[in-house]
């Protein structure tokens, strides 16, 4: 799969089956508009094309609103589009101005000019340019003109991929991690660089990867333990992650912490990617250390024998 993120650099692309969406978290509800695309695109002798943008267009329209929580960063989207088998994925960096062209204009110096497109895929509902004035009638109306064909994503279809995210982000929040997992079609991850803690880890005999996730709107699931999986240097490794604020510590700010097991490296600036498996119990503030010390020694019990009944399932 090639991506792109600079308009001006595409190339030519032959028979062009594009479609155009957030596509957050690459869930099972995208798949069958992904295995359509494809479709069209083998049928055509051509390529399928995934056009999305960055940063997500509600950041740019409504500024003010940060409610937006994100199901994959634009990293974890691209790679999760490689999975499905799409051939190109474009990112386009989205803006006020961009968001301000002219229906007309969008259609021909933006989705014509630069994809040549044989098919355009796009949903009954589908809204662009200045004002939102651009809808699929625009689309059809102007296909003999530049050469193209529309076909309609079903309603049932839009609605599916709605209802999905909507209910996959309940899960992560309410800590439902086999329902989202479920929805998702692939387990959940976060991803990010190890940065330097307060160390209480190490105190107790667990030392934890500090995790900072760069994306600001990535959805960090409920706050508690996990049990994960943990991805360093392409090796995958069973942790227990904490989410929370180390109230037993009186922690005043929200960190990801994970405890990689069996497991001594420094890893400092490193990247690392982690999958959540399932949950296990809320943060709690315990009366002592020692107390602190017994509730993750049972924790690593019950983690360890969750990851190696994992282990012997068929993997999502």
Known sequence: MRVFKDLNQ????????????????VHKGHLQLIQRINTLAREAGGESIII??????????????????????IDEKTALLEKFGVDNVVIVPFSRTFSEQEAREYISDFLVRHFTPAYIVIGYDHRFGKDRA??????QELAPEFGYRVEEIPREELEHITISSTKI???????????????LGHRYTISGLVVKGLQNG??????????HIDEPYK??????????RVKHNNRWHGGMLNIGYNPTFDGKVQTIEVNILDFGAEIYGEFLTIEFIQYIRDELKFTTIEDLIKAIDNDKVVITQILEETEKQNPI
């Open 134 to 139: 651009g809808s699929i009638e625009l689309l």
């Open 169 to 183: 982000r309940n899960a992560l929040i309410e800590g439902d991690v086999p329902l989202a997992n479920e929805l």
């Open 219 to 228: 959805l960090v699931p409920r706050k508690g333990v996990y049990a994960v």
């Open 52 to 73: 999305t943008f960055h940063p997500h267009p509600r950041l740019v329209i409504n500024p003010q609103d940060d409610s937006l929580r994100l199901l994959s960063t």
């Open 10 to 25: 595409l190339p030519g692309f032959k028979n062009a089956v594009i479609t155009i969406g957030t596509f957050d978290g």
């Open 202 to 211: 190490r105190k107790l005999g667990y030392p934890t990867a500090n995790i």
